[in-house]
């Protein structure tokens, strides 16, 4: 499987949590160059899949939202 495969079939929970590690890892220091910019690009994998998920979260929230409006505002016409 790809990275980017991996990172399509990774819960919102636990790409979350690997970037908590690759942040703290890269706020301690000591890596090399090298391992340093891996661990960057790895967080900036990370991170778009947990916009992602946050994205689609949004969605169904507004979906949801939008539906329940429309439902309400249908029985509101109809008293007037």
């Known amino acids: 499987m790809?990275?980017?495969k991996?990172?399509?079939?990774?819960?919102?929970e636990q790409a979350?949590?690997?970037?908590?590690?690759?942040?703290?890892?890269?706020e301690a220091g000591g890596?090399?160059?090298e391992e340093s910019l891996a661990l960057?690009?790895?967080?900036?994998?990370?991170?778009k899949v947990c916009r992602r998920w946050l994205e689609g979260a949004r969605a169904r929230l507004d979906a949801?939202?939008?539906e329940e409006e429309e439902?309400?505002?249908?029985?509101?016409?109809d008293s007037d």
């Open 6 to 12: 991996v990172d399509e079939a990774l819960g919102y």
């Open 16 to 26: 979350r949590d690997e970037l908590i590690d690759v942040v703290r890892r890269l």
């Open 2 to 4: 790809t990275s980017s």
């Open 71 to 77: 439902a309400g505002s249908g029985g509101d016409e």
């Open 31 to 33: 890596t090399t160059l």
């Open 64 to 66: 949801a939202l939008a």
């Open 40 to 47: 960057w690009e790895r967080g900036e994998e990370l991170a």
